[in-house]
């Protein structure tokens, strides 16, 4: 059975789309969805497959999503919205498809006079996000974005990701459920959530960068990605914040994760005073060797995948550090962080990070 009801319905299942977007599309009352569709979403045949999974009598419109998020971005998804005269939205691909989509639903309704969010689908082509968490602070929203009204999880979708988007992504599920297990807040189901995505990243990534086309490793790190998801809902911390606040500083667009290995360390170091025991468990989770510490066993495994170990060949001068360290201690995810960070925190943080 590939039908999973935690925080949301997920579908979770090799070629799994044709089989439940039909049926869930008839049991939303959708006949005009939306497709919000990144570059991710739009390799191989995962398009076509959403556009052949429709049920009869029902008519799709497409609205591409573009390279980087913004406000403007969201109003041109909304004017589309309501030009096409859409009931719903699925969003496929990466994390781009999947904020935009999610801010779609809730934005996309006003933009013709509705009040409610409209049902949102995401549909992930890659293990970087499966839509769940926050949407990303370039939107603009003023409110939290909707929750996806259904997840459909396929392996199989994921399979035209190349090995650098895989160990990217990869390790951004793998860092999400170890931030979520660190983090302040308490919640057991979604530490054992946490700890059950570090085990899958830790024992797939390597093979699913190295063999692209090897679908037990792919179905592992979808898996890893849905954990992230799900135990994300605890709470995250410094990594995240860091690599979103360079992120919009620097006006870049790395593969999400592809500044973590750089960033763990250091934020693990400053965080470990208030870990106790937790970094053992996140060590054996991980499946590193008796006695080493987690940011020496994921720097390894980061030079393993070709990420890089230093911020420094962004080359980001110290008014732009200054001003990342200061977005970093305003973002949620410092609230959850195991402890408190100032921004001058986060710049030693950062120069250690260099």
């Known amino acids: 059975m590939s ?26 009352g959708l006949s005009r969805p939306l497709i919000v569709a ?22 799709a419109a497409a609205a591409p999503a573009p390279d980087r998020l913004s406000p403007e971005a969201l109003l041109a998804a909304a004017r589309r919205f309501a030009e096409a005269g859409a009931d ?11 904020d935009l989509a999610r801010a779609l639903a809730k934005a996309g309704p ?34 939290a974005a909707p929750t996806p009204s ?21 390790m951004d599920a793998l860092i999400h459920c170890l931030e979520a297990f660190l983090c302040a807040t308490w919640n057991p189901p979604a530490d054992g959530i946490a700890l059950d995505g570090m085990r899958r990243a830790a ?28 135990a994300a809902q605890k709470g995250l911390g410094g990594v995240r914040a860091l690599a979103h606040a360079l992120e919009e500083e620097t006006g870049r667009a790395p593969r999400h994760g592809e500044l973590h290995i750089a960033l763990v360390g250091p934020v693990l170091a400053f965080n470990a005073p208030a870990l106790e025991a937790k970094l053992e468990a996140a060590a054996e989770a991980l499946r590193l060797p008796t ?10 495994l980061g030079a393993r995948l070709g990420l890089p170990a230093r ?5 980001i001068g110290e008014p732009a550090l200054r001003r990342a360290a200061r977005r970093a201690a305003e973002d949620p995810a410092t609230q959850t962080n195991p402890r408190l960070a100032t921004m001058e925190d986060y710049l030693r943080i950062l120069e250690d990070a260099r």
């Open 3 to 28: 039908l999973i009801s935690y925080v949301t319905r997920i579908h979770f299942a090799d070629r799994v789309v044709e089989d439940a977007l039909p049926v869930e599309l008839r049991r939303l």
């Open 38 to 59: 990144d570059e991710a979403g739009r390799r191989g045949d995962a398009f076509d497959r959403i556009l052949d999974a429709l049920p009869p009598g029902a008519v």
């Open 88 to 98: 719903g939205v699925i969003g496929l691909g990466g994390p781009v498809a999947l």
């Open 110 to 143: 006003e933009s013709v006079g509705a009040r409610e969010p409209v049902p949102m689908i995401a549909a992930p082509t890659t293990t970087a996000s499966v839509g769940l968490g926050p949407v990303s602070s370039a939107l603009g929203l003023s409110c």
């Open 150 to 170: 259904l997840l459909i999880c396929d392996p199989t979708l994921t399979m035209e990701a190349g090995p650098q988007e895989t160990a990217a992504a990869g």
């Open 203 to 230: 024992a797939h990534v390597e093979r699913a960068v190295w063999d692209g086309a090897d679908p037990d490793a792919r179905r592992e790190l979808l898996a890893a990605a849905l954990d992230a998801g799900l």
């Open 291 to 300: 006695g080493q510490e987690p940011g020496a066993g994921l720097a390894a």
């Open 311 to 315: 911020l420094g060949p962004l080359d």
